[in-house]
Every structure is written in C-alpha cells, then in structure tokens.
C-alpha cells in the first residue's frame, strides 16, 4: 500500500537516478507526487539532490502553502507542478531534469521533438502522448509554469525546455523518470548517429 513515507523514499531514489546519471547537478532538478487532492510533495529548494533525505521533502498545498518539518522552502518550480496537476487529473508524478544532450539537440535540430519520437520504435510507446518544446523563459517564473502546464500534450508527455530542461509526467514516478531518461538516450543516439554518418560519408 502506498504510504506517504513510501513516496518519500521514491522521490529519493529518483532523484539519486537523475544524479548519477548525470540528468542534474547538485541543486538542480525537482520532483513532485500528488499524494492527495489537495497537496503534492516536492524537492526542497537548494538541498543537494544526491544527499537528499525523506524528511528534507516539502508538501505543497494547492492554495500555495506549504510545509517541512526542517522550515525548508519547495523548489522555485513548484508553480509549475502545480498548473501541470490542475490541468491534468490523470498526472500523479513529474520529474524535470537538465539532460545535456537533449538541450544541446534542440538548439540544433528543428524537429527535435519527432527526432526523438522516431529514435527508437518503441520510443512512442514509452511516451505515447508525445513530446512538445517550450520557448525559453525564466526559470521559476510564472511564465514558464503557464508554458510548459499548456504546452504539454497529455498525462504521459514530454516537454523540452528551450536552454533549460525537461519535464517528463506520468501517472507513476516511474513513468514520469522513464520519459526523462528515454529522451536522454535517444538524443546520444541521434547525436552518434549524425557523427557516424559525417565521417562514413
């Protein structure tokens, strides 16, 4: 049975998977669960994702309260959790993550969304709602949780962020992560595969 202590743990894990991974430095990154109606948990602000502990989680009530029991302050996203739940009842995860390659390939590649999409076969599988990208925007701004809330095309999406990120959802953390790592992959892919092709022509 889920527990919000099991959750916790969760969004531990996850968050040492992103670190070691090298998909987030040490402060960046956040991930939430929507544990109940009226509140989700997130990563603090400013605590070190590859240390992170259960009890350094923040619950984040809709009406923009929030608590811990250490007084630490949610992510500076936690906007956009939050329009991504209240668009989408389905979304009971999100993990945005600053995967390298997959910035680096949206600057250089003008459809990097469907490039991603067709990098592997079961690749829209994994994410069968799609993959859409948002312009950049300031971080932990406003505009950017009202961009990436309505860009995303569905409860088991993807979203580039322009210079910044990725926002992966789902109705599982697992999920959620898997899509972050899927479109990490597949970059590596395409990028080795346009190396490939420039020195074998």
Not at 27 to 42: H, K, L, Q, T, V
Not at 43 to 71: C, E, Q
Not at 104 to 110: F, K, N
Not at 180 to 199: Q, T
């Amino acid at each position: 049975m889920e527990t919000i202590g099991s959750v916790k743990e969760k969004i531990v894990w996850a968050s040492k998977v992103l670190f070691d991974r090298g998909l987030i430095e040490v402060y960046d990154g956040n991930i939430s669960y929507r544990f109940a109606e009226n509140y989700f948990i997130i990563t603090p602000s400013h605590v070190p994702k590859n240390n992170l502990k259960a009890d350094d989680l923040v619950i984040v009530y809709f009406n923009d309260r929030w608590s811990n029991v250490k007084g630490l302050r949610p992510s500076v996203e936690y906007r956009m959790h939050k329009l991504i739940y209240l668009r989408f009842d389905a979304v009971k995860a999100i993990v945005h993550a600053h995967n390298p390659f997959t910035i680096a390939l949206t600057d250089i590649l003008a459809n990097i969304d469907e490039a991603l999409l067709e990098a592997t076969t079961e690749t829209e599988y994994y994410i069968p709602d799609g993959i859409s990208v948002i312009p950049r925007l300031p971080p932990g701004s406003i505009e950017l949780a009202e961009a990436v809330a309505n860009g995303l095309k569905g409860p088991n999406s993807l979203a580039i962020l322009r210079g910044h990120g990725v926002v992966g959802v789902g109705e599982t953390l697992e999920d959620a992560l898997h899509r972050v790592l899927v479109a990490e992959r597949n970059a590596k892919m395409l990028l080795i595969k346009s190396i490939a092709e420039k020195f074998l022509a």
